[in-house]
Nanobody, 120 residues
Framework: QVQLVESGGDLVQPGGSLRLSCAAS????????MGWYRQAPGKERELVAT???????NYADSVKGRFTISRDNAKNTVYLQMTSLKPEDTAVYYC??????????????WGQGTQVTVSS
């Protein structure tokens, strides 16, 4: 089992910045990728950004140029630096970890979510 603990969500004004963190712990053999997803009220969960073990990144079009995902492999931690925040970025942000076990089977784990609210 892998546990994910997120932090960094807050209330911020439009144009502001926030940095989310997510630390993975537990029975970790290999992490194939980590990422961030978000879910706004009344909407489906959507991908924000992902990063692989080889540091390949992928971003939703809506956040390109404003958000940056990074990871510290030694700490099994992923970060999401968010700048130029907009009210439409308001959502619960969830951390995702794609774990690969010794038999190369992959499983997805999720954090509990952290609230980001962008409002004046």
């Amino acid at each position: 089992q892998v546990q994910l603990v997120e932090s960094g969500g807050d209330l911020v004004q439009p144009g502001g910045s926030l940095r989310l963190s997510c630390a993975a712990s537990g029975s970790i053999f290999s992490i194939a990728a980590m990422g961030w997803y978000r879910q706004a009220p009344g909407k489906e969960r959507e991908l924000v950004a992902t990063i692989t073990s080889g540091d390949s990144t992928n971003y939703a079009d809506s956040v390109k140029g404003r958000f940056t995902i990074s990871r510290d492999n030694a700490k099994n931690t992923v970060y999401l630096q968010m700048t130029s925040l907009k009210p439409e970025d308001t959502a619960v942000y969830y951390c995702n970890c794609r774990h690969r076990n010794i038999w190369l089977k992959e499983s997805d784990y999720w954090g509990q979510g952290t609230q980001v609210t962008v409002s004046s």
